[in-house]
Every structure is written in structure tokens, then in C-alpha cells.
């Protein structure tokens, strides 16, 4: 049960999804061998670690200026387009937070804003095989449970549930954006690894707060 | 898993390459602040800055242009990864100058996200910087939207021209419409055999099968557009040439520059064959090649397969191409 959230809260969702992706590393990198150059699971790895070391040096700060941390953290990594868009996300969530215990509301503001923020770098929407593919329907879970009262546990694994099944459905897509769009109808058949990346990410946000 | 290259951690890769290249050429270019490759002798701040920025791994691109007469600053990201937009928005700041910088940006995501944030916290910094894309791959039509045409060697002889003319002491504005001319009359054509490894982690970028080749294949194992049976040399020039030809619009009379960059597998003899059909091809269309280079500027690792580059030249083009340079790996004397 959780009924706000604060820096502590994040501080372990962040640490958890790092977990995640340390984990599914070679499925990144395998994803990524087949439609891109092989290196998405280095730079993820790399963008947690950016990720990591903002919330042990931030355990003091409030959420505003630990996500704006996090975000400047990732975007320093050398990793292609993934740091500017990971970093942006955590960015715009850090503009999108009004105090420091969040209510349902105000973290569907902050998600919100975090997507908005990302989209301004990338043009790209639902079925296009991006990391979008898992976010977007993330971040909508979240917005549509803002109004009730249900804890945020909750709506995280809610969250995480449409990130996974947003990422699964990018096998059967088709490429629009990145590297993997020149190889057209070739990508189809091949998960896209940087939405796996995003439903890792919330996989790691909902079991922290479980 | 197995690789067999002279590497040591992986992780190292792009530091370890860089101190020993700025340790190698100590008397052109320094590192500054890990990724930054600077000159060792700084131009004078009363003429125009190059910088550009983009991934490791295709050396001797891009850092090793980096000298009199062509870039001030490169931006090194990791294994072909671009920097991030703090490391970029750095040099900018380091580059910045009355004078004004020219920021030149190969056409590929991360390099386009990268700069582009980079560019939007200069300007609130004051500093006075324009940028230019280079999208000279014709793979996917010369007439194709920008955005599928991705930067491939021709950024390197941008750099010479537009630092040509930053080094004569023309404005940004005239440095960037010198460089604007070359880069819309610039086409680029790649051509795959065998894929590289990539050097973080052991894995072929691109799979062919052994009797295949792919024309328009990209500098990181991106596909292209025409896989067909392995072809002769002759067959092979003929096909990419008469694509150039026409994307830049070369006709009976025009001057073309052209170059052809080994990927890292292919050889000088394989390139020297092609480059003479080439040359026979451009003359029955009454072109004349006024100036051609074939060497290995912008690799692949072990990469087989080549990029032809042709950019249509006037005279004032002409002039900044052999205008003098001194860096590592070009030199004009």
C-alpha cells in the first residue's frame, strides 16, 4: 500500500528498475543485434548506472531536484539517442512535480509531463516500434487511475502490465523510427529493445513498491 | 564471447583509443575533458570554429581530422553511440567566440537528438553557433525526406572545405553558405560484403550471407535498399557512379570530386579496380573527375564493402579543397 510518494519511494523504484535492466542485459543486446548495432543494452546499463548514482548522491533532495538529477545523469552518457531520450523523460517528470508527497493525481502529472517532455525529442507514437510502444500505454494507465482513490502500488503494476504488453506487441510492428527503420518489413519479427527497456523500467517501478 | 580483436576491457575501448591517438599525434591534437579532441595549437579566435560530434569506432573519423584547416573541436560519444548533449554543449562553450562556430551534424538519431538539445541550451548560453546536417546518402533516393538520408563520409570533406574557408577569415554566415553549397551537392553511396563486430560486445552488426552483397547498407550495419548475388567490380561501379551522377546532377562538362572510403576490410587494390571503371564511367558522360582520393577515413571495424562519395565542384569549392591542412589524417601542403 502506498498512498504518496516522495523521494525515499522513487529512490527504490529507480534502484529496482536499474535491477531489471542488469538483469535482462543480453536480451537487450539481443533485440538490438537483429534490428540495430548491438549496443542498447550497454547504454541502457550505462543510463541506469547515471540513474544510481544520482539517487545515492540526491538521498537529501527533494523529488523535483532528484528527478532533474537523474535526467542531466543519463543524458551525460555517451549512449546515441537513448540518453537524450531517457534523459528527457526524467527531466520533464522533475518540471511536472508540484511538492514533495505526491498524490495519485499529481504522479499521473508527473508521468504526464515526463512523456510529454520525451515526445518533444521524438516524434514517434503507438505502433511505430519505439520505446513510445511501451510508455505511452504506461502513462495512460496512470493518467486513467488518477481519479480514483486505488493506491499507487497498485496503479504501478498496472502500469508495468501495459508497458510489458505494449513492448510484446512491438514483435509484430514494423520499424518507423531509428536504425531499424531502414530495414522495412526485416524488423518484423524482432521485439523492439528500447520499449522492452521501458517495460523493464516499470517492471522495476511497480515491484519496489509492492 | 570470443572476439578477435586487440582490445582490452571493452568498456575502455573509446578512452584507451583516444589517449592513444592524442598521445600518437601529441604535436596536432590534445584531449580535453576525456571525450573532447581539441587542437594542440588553438586557432586564432578571430575566425570561425568547426565542431562536430559523433560516435567511436570508425576511426580515423571524425577525430582525426582535427587541425589546421579543418576542425577545432570533436565530440566523442562512445562505440558508434553520439555524446550526450552535456559533453557537446561543453565544447560549444569551449569553441564559443565572437567570430561565431559552425557545428557540423551527421544525419543519424542519436547525433540529431544529441546536438539538437545542445543547440537549444547554446542559445540560451549566448553562444553564437549554427548548425549543419549532413544527409548525403542517396540509398533511399536522392529525393527521399532528409530524415531517411543519413550523414556518411562526406562529412569529412565538409570539414575541409568549410574549415578552408572558416581559416581565410570568412564570417559564419559565408562559412555556412560555403558549406551549404558543398553538402547540396555532395551524394554518398554505401556498399556491404561482410559485417563487423562490434567491439563492446563480440556481435556482428548485420548478417549477409556469403555470396550476397548490399548496396545503401549504412555505417552501423543499417540495411539499404538493394541486396542482390555478389558483382563484379566493374558491375558494381557502374551501378553506384551512375546513381551519384545523377543525384548531384552531374552533366557533360561538370567537375566532380570523388572519393572512394574503405569500410576496413576491403582492400586499396579491390577500391583502385573499382575506382578506374568509375572514372571510365563519369568520362563517357563527358564529367571530368578534377580531384579523387581512395583511402580509409571513416570505417567500419572490419567491415567489407566501401562508401563512393561524389560531390559536384565550382571553382570556389575547387579552391577551398586545396587550400592547405595539417592534421593527423589529412594533409595539404
Known amino acids: ?210 | 564471447m570470443a572476439m578477435k580483436k586487440f582490445i582490452n576491457d571493452p568498456n575502455d575501448l573509446t578512452a584507451e583509443l583516444l589517449e592513444g591517438y592524442c598521445s600518437a599525434y601529441k604535436n596536432k591534437v590534445k584531449l580535453e575533458s576525456g571525450k573532447l579532441v581539441v587542437r594542440a595549437t588553438p586557432k586564432s579566435q578571430d575566425k570561425v570554429a568547426i565542431v562536430t560530434l559523433g560516435g567511436a569506432g570508425h576511426e580515423p573519423a571524425l577525430s582525426g581530422f582535427v587541425g589546421e584547416g579543418m576542425l577545432d573541436i570533436s565530440v566523442v560519444g562512445d562505440i558508434f553511440a553520439a555524446p550526450g548533449p552535456p559533453k557537446v554543449l561543453e565544447a560549444l562553450k569551449m569553441a564559443n567566440r565572437p567570430a561565431g562556430i559552425l557545428f557540423v551534424v551527421l544525419n543519424h538519431a542519436g547525433d540529431v537528438m544529441s546536438a539538437n538539445m545542445a543547440m537549444e541550451m547554446a542559445e540560451k548560453e549566448g553562444i553564437n553557433v549554427k548548425m549543419i546536417l549532413t544527409h548525403e546518402d542517396i540509398a533511399p533516393g536522392a529525393d527521399a525526406p532528409v530524415e531517411d538520408r543519413r550523414g556518411l563520409v562526406g562529412c569529412v570533406p565538409l570539414y575541409k572545405v568549410a574549415g578552408a574557408a572558416a581559416e581565410a577569415g570568412k564570417s559564419l554566415d559565408e562559412v555556412y553558405e560555403i558549406a551549404k553549397k558543398f553538402n547540396d551537392n555532395m551524394a554518398t553511396l554505401a556498399v556491404a560484403l561482410k559485417p563487423a563486430t562490434h567491439p563492446s560486445n563480440g556481435e556482428e552488426i548485420f548478417e549477409l550471407a556469403d555470396d550476397e552483397m548490399e548496396i545503401g547498407m549504412g555505417q552501423h550495419g543499417e540495411a539499404g535498399t538493394g541486396r542482390s548475388p555478389m558483382k563484379t567490380a566493374d558491375e558494381t561501379a557502374e551501378i553506384m557512379v551512375t546513381q551519384l551522377a545523377q543525384a548531384v546532377k552531374a552533366k557533360s562538362g561538370d567537375k566532380v570530386l570523388v572519393w572512394l572510403n574503405g569500410a576496413g576490410a576491403t582492400t586499396l587494390m579491390e577500391l583502385f579496380i573499382v575506382y578506374r571503371r568509375v572514372e571510365q564511367v563519369l568520362a563517357e558522360k563527358g564529367i571530368e573527375v578534377a580531384r579523387a582520393d581512395i583511402d580509409e577515413y571513416l570505417t567500419v571495424q572490419e567491415m567489407g564493402g566501401f562508401q563512393m562519395f561524389v560531390a559536384k565542384m565550382d571553382d570556389e569549392l575547387l579552391g577551398y579543397w586545396d587550400a592547405t591542412c595539417d592534421t593527423p589524417y589529412m594533409t595539404v601542403r
Open chain 1, 1 to 210: 500500500m502506498t498512498q504518496t510518494l516522495g523521494t525515499k519511494e522513487f529512490s527504490e523504484m529507480a534502484v529496482a528498475a536499474a535491477g531489471k535492466i542488469r538483469t535482462n542485459v543480453e536480451v537487450l543486446t539481443q533485440l538490438d543485434c537483429a534490428t540495430g548495432d548491438g549496443d542498447h543494452g550497454i547504454s541502457m546499463v550505462r543510463a541506469v548506472d547515471a540513474m544510481v548514482q544520482a539517487v545515492k548522491d540526491g538521498s537529501d533532495s527533494d523529488l523535483k531536484t532528484l528527478l532533474h538529477s537523474i535526467g542531466w545523469n543519463v543524458m551525460c552518457i555517451d549512449g546515441g539517442s537513448t540518453g537524450p531520450l531517457l534523459g528527457s523523460l526524467f527531466m520533464g517528470m522533475s518540471e511536472g512535480v508540484e511538492g514533495d508527497r505526491l498524490d495519485n493525481q499529481q504522479v499521473a502529472a508527473m508521468f504526464d509531463a515526463g512523456l510529454a517532455k520525451m515526445l518533444k525529442q521524438s516524434k514517434a507514437g503507438v505502433g511505430d516500434k519505439t520505446m513510445m510502444d511501451a510508455l505511452i500505454p504506461a502513462v495512460e494507465v496512470i493518467k486513467a487511475a488518477a481519479e480514483g482513490s486505488g493506491d499507487i502500488s497498485e496503479i504501478m503494476a498496472k502500469a508495468a502490465g501495459a508497458a510489458t504488453d505494449g513492448a510484446e506487441a512491438t514483435t509484430q510492428m514494423q520499424a518507423k523510427f531509428g536504425r531499424a527503420r531502414n530495414l522495412g518489413e526485416r524488423s518484423i519479427g524482432h521485439g523492439d529493445p528500447g520499449a522492452t527497456s521501458i517495460s523493464y523500467i516499470f517492471q522495476g517501478f511497480a515491484e519496489a513498491l509492492k
